[in-house]
């Protein structure tokens, strides 16, 4: 294919997404196949010849779009949806056309120098301490990160080694390995999976916090289990604390729970992947206060001296905003050496002459992959596109449209709201038993017209209702309510008949 | 921006990048700006009001290019380019067009199924044994990680678990720990650094291994390593070998190192990010010769038993293929619920009904992140746009082209070749000092006509000529030696009237 085709297929691809995402709530939102649709639809090795563009788009109707979930239908309520929008998708085709991989800044000096504009745009826009900006020339920054999970992961880690530093100061014949088997995580029981696979990954223990009547860790439940642990030899290091939990969005105290991280020489790191874009909201924004009270002294933990050792990290990260789409997590700290001495190489063919001015960021030093795309661009073109007014609109529509929805379930005896609506999720379910509430997502999910995921709730099964796309609007809501409402009174008149017959 | 102005837009972006592809020859390879230029280009906040998408663009222009390192321009020699091709950049823009998230099956069946299918084709384009495929219903199979990095960290990390299972099966009540505190991975002390990070980040002990005169690890090394360590009571549980090592392109020889791993219960990855690519011509393929060799049993190591326990499995793994670009690292495994077991994580909103059918893929556990782009439509789109005999073309146009700059570096009495030339990379040097080397490419850098990084092999300092380009031909090829040898000649004669002054 060559320029002159690209230009024609190009433009092509641009009608057949823009007519896709047009028509996009014709489609079934939820695919009609069964496991291993695909494989006998295509052939079983690659061809030797070329085939024809034209063969390959058909396939694309014929083979992917059947078995696509789709995501950007206003008919999609599941997980924590991340939309995208128009100028995400035109700045992802400049970036793959530029094909760049900006892993240090002489690989490509623009997109680790807008990556750092950006995220200090984005962290005004959150009214972040200054501390966690790269204009102050302080010691703090942001990063963009692939997914969140890897901004919890790169965090633990980051926090293991300076603790195992710290502790080997005081105590320079304890081994790494010894120091590494005491060490103790915490994150709410409410926490997102990625948080436990981190401690995996990074092979320390890790102890989920319970939460309050609000889903919310509080300080003296934590302050509990730390004293604990340390009572039995154990070094707490790393609290993860979530502002929007995964099940229902709930909000950890974080203006309590910092003072005794720094007190206890804990690095916390705040999972907001789903609330962190409201706070851009004035309205929103006290939900991250407590942030700029972090202190920043590290004492030795387990250290019979008290003195003063290195500073503390805190951060706040976020799939920043829906509109940019995926794989573009922002993360801030207030220390970046922290993160960067962690895992520091420097093999002499990625060395470049400005590397030790101070002035640039070799990016590939502040995760676990280190070559990246420039997915700054995203943030640019959608902060240009849309202002701040207009990403506050979003939220503020989204939230909105989740009272709405909230409102219709309150109206209806037949179901319960499960959690205090904050955001854009709404937590509800039959009143009744949990096979009742599966059999009811079960024939959500078999008709295909509305996508939902389920989660639970103090052992209780419960639906979960996310106002997350682009595209939806009021009427889009209603028709769910209304077809979930028809989906249940069948049940319920199932169930009636059923147990009407059984006396 | 509503669907009709993305159109007109989009179609405009795709011309954008077809001009900037078209003509990306006549620009300045690498960037002539200082550290920091960008910031004071554009405002320290993001705008309030929308801004006109005219404006945008036209700050990619002033702002962007002339802080750009052209990876796709002819002139470009650096790193391991990997170049990018106009279906992928098609195939990108429907992923991104389609935004989904693909952590699990249900996420999205078609994104699960096509990147299994797609792995199979490659496998067989590879001729990896059938242990290495899903169709065969065997436990293998292969995924696309984002990087080279995270593939070899999965790896180690997967190792690591495996091996403290094993241990502690034998000797239940050793400490995790403990066991991980005596763990030793192996790699090429030529190896890239990202093998390194991934043990940093396991928290386990590397050695690196010295090669032989061809800059490869011969076994009776590592059989040595192993037997020192194994005799000081450590456990040898991973060994990362190479083919096509980044300084200089070398080979470990797997043929004979696989017994070895298979005696000592060692995990073997191999990691053929650059070389990898090449397997798929039958001149090249032997160089994975050894592959199928590997064999299945996994003793306990330490052990006092000898009974078997587990499956051993080897990988093999690339940045495959140079036209798909960048973000789509292949990696296949013999035994896939090494790697799922070892960070599964099933909260309820991520159940689905078909998860535990043993049909379908859930790739959230095959690697860091849990989400992920739908990459795999690029590998669809440019298997079946170019064809298997269209991207062995690619390649043998590559070596043939670094086959004849080493011609052109052979003919040259100032300079010498330092490493055989296997593939596209060509280490050549001026023969002399490193000072003058590092002379000749800081002049070479600062002219930012064409763009080299250095290496260092047995010490000294040694250019790297990549050849990795789409677009580049013979022409260019003579340019660039013209261009080096001007500047070397300049720099000799410099030499020449400074030692004359000095005498």
């Given at each position: 294919m060559d320029a002159a085709e690209f230009r024609r297929r190009g433009k092509e691809m641009v009608d057949f997404v823009a007519d896709y995402q047009e028509n996009i709530?014709?489609?079934?939102?939820?695919p009609d196949v069964e496991p291993?649709?695909?494989?006998?639809?295509?052939?079983s090795e690659a061809p030797l010849e070329p085939e024809s563009y034209e063969d390959v788009l058909r396939d694309v109707d014929r083979v992917i779009m059947p078995g696509?979930?789709?995501?950007?239908?206003?008919h999609f309520y599941a997980y924590y949806a991340n939309s995208t929008s128009f100028p995400s998708i035109l700045a992802d085709l400049l970036s793959s056309g530029i094909g760049t991989i900006g892993f240090t800044w002489a690989a490509n000096p623009a997109c680790s120098e807008l990556e750092t504009v950006m995220l200090d745009w984005l962290g005004k826009m959150l009214q972040l301490?200054?501390?966690?900006?790269?204009e102050t020339q302080g010691q703090g920054g942001g990063v963009i990160e692939g997914t969140a999970s890897e901004a919890t992961l790169m965090a633990l880690l980051s926090a293991r080694l300076k603790t195992v530093k710290c502790v080997q100061e005081s105590d320079?014949?304890?081994s790494e390995a010894d120091i590494i088997s005491k060490l103790i995580a915490y994150t709410s029981e409410?926490?997102?999976?990625s948080v436990e696979k981190a401690s995996i990954i990074g092979g320390v223990v890790i102890r989920m916090v319970p939460t309050d009547e609000h889903f919310s860790v509080r300080a003296e439940t934590l302050e509990k289990m730390v004293a604990e642990d340390k009572a039995t030899g154990f070094i707490p290091f790393f609290f993860c604390a979530t502002?929007?939990?995964?099940?229902?969005?709930a909000f950890d105290k974080i203006d309590e729970l910092g003072p005794i991280c720094n007190a206890e020489n804990i690095w916390m790191h705040i999972d907001?992947?789903?609330?962190?874009?409201?706070?851009?909201c004035p309205e929103f924004?006290?939900?991250?206060?407590g942030v700029e009270r972090l202190q920043l002294q590290l004492r030795l933990p387990a250290s019979k001296t008290d003195r003063e050792a290195h500073e503390a990290i805190d951060e706040s990260r976020s799939?920043?905003?829906?509109?940019?789409?995926?794989d573009c997590s922002a993360m801030w700290v207030k220390k970046s050496a922290d993160l960067t001495r962690a895992f520091q190489m420097d093999p002499e063919y990625l060395k470049?002459?400005?590397?030790?001015?101070?002035?640039?960021?070799?990016?590939?030093?502040?995760?676990?992959?280190?070559a990246r795309r420039f997915r700054s661009l995203k943030l640019w073109f959608v902060f240009r596109m849309y202002g701040l007014s207009g990403l506050q609109a979003f939220i503020r529509k989204h939230v909105e449209l989740a009272k709405t929805f909230e409102i219709l379930v309150r109206d209806d005896n037949n179901f319960e709201i499960?959690?205090?609506?904050?955001?854009g999720l709404v937590c509800f379910r039959l009143k009744g038993s949990d096979e009742l509430n599966k059999a009811l997502l079960k024939q959500i999910t078999r008709t295909g017209k509305i996508y939902l995921v389920p989660c639970r709730l103090r052992g209780r099964f419960v639906l979960r209702f996310v106002v997350?796309?682009?595209?939806?609007e009021l009427r889009h809501i209603q028709e769910a309510w209304k077809h979930i409402t028809e989906l249940s009174s069948k049940l319920l008149q199932n169930l009636f008949d059923h147990e009407g017959k059984e006396n």
């Open positions: 709530e014709h489609r079934r939102v939820y291993g649709y695909l494989r006998s639809m295509i052939p696509v979930t789709h995501w950007l239908s206003p301490p200054e501390d966690f900006l790269s320079p014949q304890r409410e926490a997102h999976s502002l929007g939990t995964t099940p229902c969005c907001a992947a789903y609330a962190g874009c409201a706070f851009i924004r006290p939900l991250l206060n799939n920043f905003l829906r509109q940019i789409g995926f470049h002459e400005n590397q030790g001015s101070g002035l640039v960021k070799d990016y590939m030093h502040w995760g676990i992959p280190m499960c959690a205090e609506v904050v955001m997350c796309g682009r595209t939806t």
